[in-house]
């Protein structure tokens, strides 16, 4: 069983930056797929970014950028640096693997923009 474990986030002024991050459990190049997901209050959750096998990156439309997503294979760490950050922003972050078919989600991290 994959476990990914969430930090980072926290509340920032529009403008600011931070980051979050995803620790997994495995090594995260055994995933096919890596993403960042989020869900502000009383919506859906969407995706923000995803990594997939061969090395592309996408992002949503709404934070192409100002978001970026990376990852350090030797800490098996994934992270989402979030730059010029707007009240709508405001959400709970979730990291996502993928794997065979099987979906792992990290905890979730909260992430406020406000002055």
């Known amino acids: 069983q994959v476990q990914l474990v969430q930090s980072g986030g926290g509340l920032v002024q529009p403008g600011g930056s931070l980051s979050v991050s995803c620790s997994a459990s495995a090594s995260i190049n055994t995933f096919f797929e890596l993403a960042w997901y989020r869900q502000a209050p009383g919506k859906q959750r969407e995706v923000v970014a995803t990594?997939?096998?061969?090395?592309?990156?996408t992002y949503a439309s709404s934070v192409k950028g100002r978001f970026t997503m990376s990852g350090d294979s030797a800490t098996n760490t994934v992270y989402l640096h979030l730059t010029s950050l707007k009240p709508e922003d405001t959400a709970v972050y979730y990291c996502?693997?993928?794997?065979?078919?099987?979906?792992?989600w990290g905890q979730g991290t909260q992430v406020t923009v406000s002055s």
């Open positions: 990594f997939s096998v061969g090395g592309t990156t």
């Open positions: 996502r693997a993928e794997n065979q078919g099987s979906y792992y």
